[in-house]
Nanobody, 114 residues
Framework: QVQLVESGGGLVQPGGSLRLSCAAS????????MAWYRQAPGNQRELVAQ???????DYGDSVKGRFTISRDNAKNTVYLQMNSLKPEDTAAYYC????????WGQGTQVTVSS
């Protein structure tokens, strides 16, 4: 069964940084157009960053210039480097394809608070 496992979340002060990881099993991510999503309580799940198999990236306006998505195909892992975090970045973060075609993982909670 395909499985996505997100990790790296935590509690961080405003202005801080975190690096999230998304590891996959039973599927090769290297050719897939992957994305990071986030969902805050009461909100819909939104796409924040995406990356093609060749490394081209795109970002939501709210995270542009602060977040960086990357991938290590040898490790079958996708990353999200988050800098200059703001309280409004607080959410559960998930990875999936841009079509949301894989089973969702459990996500990793990011809380930005002083």
């Amino acid at each position: 069964q395909v499985q996505l496992v997100e990790s790296g979340g935590g509690l961080v002060q405003p202005g801080g940084s975190l690096r999230l990881s998304c590891a996959a099993s039973r599927i090769r991510l290297s050719t897939l157009l992957m994305a990071w999503y986030r969902q805050a309580p009461g909100n819909q799940r939104e796409l924040v960053a995406q990356i093609t198999g060749t490394g081209n990236t795109d970002y939501g306006d709210s995270v542009k210039g602060r977040f960086t998505i990357s991938r290590d195909n040898a490790k079958n892992t996708v990353y999200l480097q988050m800098n200059s975090l703001k309280p409004e970045d607080t959410a559960a973060y998930y990875c999936n394809t841009i079509w949301r075609s894989l089973p969702w993982g459990q996500g990793t909670q990011v809380t930005v608070s002083s």
